[in-house]
C-alpha cells in the first residue's frame, strides 16, 4: 500500500521558517506530480507547490518567493521550505501525490501555526 507520511510542522513566530518533509513508501519517481496543500481552519484545502517527475515546479500566488519544493529521491522524500512565514500560513499541510489512472495518495497532514 502507497504511503506518504509528513512531518516538521509546528509552532512558529512570524517572519520564521519551518521545513516540511514528505517520505513516501515507494519511490518518488512513481508519481507524475507531488504537491503541498494547505487548509486554513474552516476553509478548504488549497494547492501550496507542486513539483513533476519532470522536475518542474508550481507555487500559489500566496506562497511565490517565500516557500520552496524540492526532493530527496535517495531518501524517497518531498520538501517544503517555508521562509517568511505569516500567521495566514496557519493551518493543515497535506502532501499528495499522484500517478494518472493510478493512484492519488493523500497523507494525514501536519499542523503549522504562525502566532503574530
Known amino acids: 500500500q502507497v504511503q506518504l507520511v509528513e512531518s516538521g510542522g509546528g509552532l512558529v513566530q512570524a517572519g520564521g521558517s519551518l521545513r516540511l518533509s514528505c517520505a513516501a513508501s515507494i519511490s518518488i519517481y512513481n508519481f507524475n506530480r507531488m504537491g503541498w496543500y494547505h487548509q486554513a481552519p474552516g476553509k478548504r484545502r488549497e494547492l501550496v507547490a507542486s513539483?513533476?517527475?519532470?522536475?518542474?515546479?508550481a507555487y500559489g500566488d500566496s506562497v511565490k518567493g517565500r516557500f520552496t519544493i524540492s526532493r530527496d529521491s535517495a531518501k524517497n522524500t518531498v520538501y517544503l521550505q517555508m521562509n517568511t512565514l505569516k500567521p495566514e500560513d496557519t493551518g493543515l499541510y497535506f502532501c499528495?501525490?499522484?500517478?494518472?489512472?493510478?493512484?492519488?495518495?493523500w497523507g494525514q497532514g501536519t499542523q503549522v501555526t504562525v502566532s503574530s
Open positions: 513539483i513533476t517527475s519532470r522536475s518542474s515546479t
Open positions: 499528495n501525490g499522484a500517478k494518472l489512472n493510478e493512484y492519488d495518495i
